[in-house]
C-alpha cells in the first residue's frame, strides 16, 4: 500500500538524515540515543528531570537511563544536581553544551517542519495535522500495549 510504504520511508529517511549529522558532529560524541536523551532532559531544563521521569518520557529501563546520563555526565553534556526541596531526588539538566547539542537538534527538527508545512494550505495543514494525530494515538496505544 502505498501509505504504509511513504510512512516507512519517511520514518527511515528521518532516522538516516540524524545518523549523519551525529556522524558529521565527531567532536560530539554522541549517539542519536545520547541526543535523543538530552532533547528529553531540554523538557524540563529549568528544575531539571529525574531519572524517573526520563526513564517513562523515553520507554526505557532505569538502569539503562542511569548508565545513559552517567556518561553524558562524563562527557559533559549534563550534570546530576539533588533536588533542593528533597535531597533523595537527583534532577538531570543540561550543561552549556547540552543545551547547544539539543538546540541543533531542535533546528534540524523546525527546519524539517517548515520544508512540508511552508507548501501547504492551512486546510491541507489542519488535514496532515489530523492525521498525524490520529497516527500518533495508535501507535501510543500499541506501544502501551507492548511495555505491559
Not at 552517567?70 to 537527583?90: A, E, I, T
Request: proline residues 1%; hydrophobic residues 40%.
Amino acid at each position: 500500500d502505498f501509505l504504509s510504504e511513504l510512512l516507512e520511508r519517511t520514518y527511515y529517511s528521518v532516522i538516516q538524515i540524524e545518523e549523519h549529522m551525529v556522524k558529521g558532529a565527531k567532536s560530539l560524541n554522541l549517539s542519536i540515543g545520547e541526543i535523543h536523551l538530552i532533547e528529553a532532559v531540554a523538557k524540563g531544563q529549568e528544575e531539571g528531570k529525574t531519572i524517573s521521569e526520563l526513564s517513562e518520557m523515553q520507554s526505557i529501563s532505569l538502569p539503562s537511563v542511569t548508565l545513559a546520563i552517567n556518561k553524558l555526565v562524563k562527557k559533559g553534556y549534563v550534570v546530576k544536581n539533588k533536588s533542593p526541596q528533597d535531597g533523595r531526588v537527583v534532577n538531570v539538566t543540561l550543561t552549556k553544551r547540552g543545551q547547544k547539542v539539543n538546540n541543533v537538534h531542535q533546528h534540524f527538527h523546525k527546519l524539517m517542519i517548515a520544508s512540508v508545512t511552508d507548501a501547504l494550505s492551512q486546510e491541507e495543514l489542519d488535514a496532515m495535522v489530523k492525521g498525524i494525530v490520529k497516527l500518533n494515538e495508535f501507535l501510543e496505544k500499541k506501544a502501551e500495549k507492548v511495555e505491559k
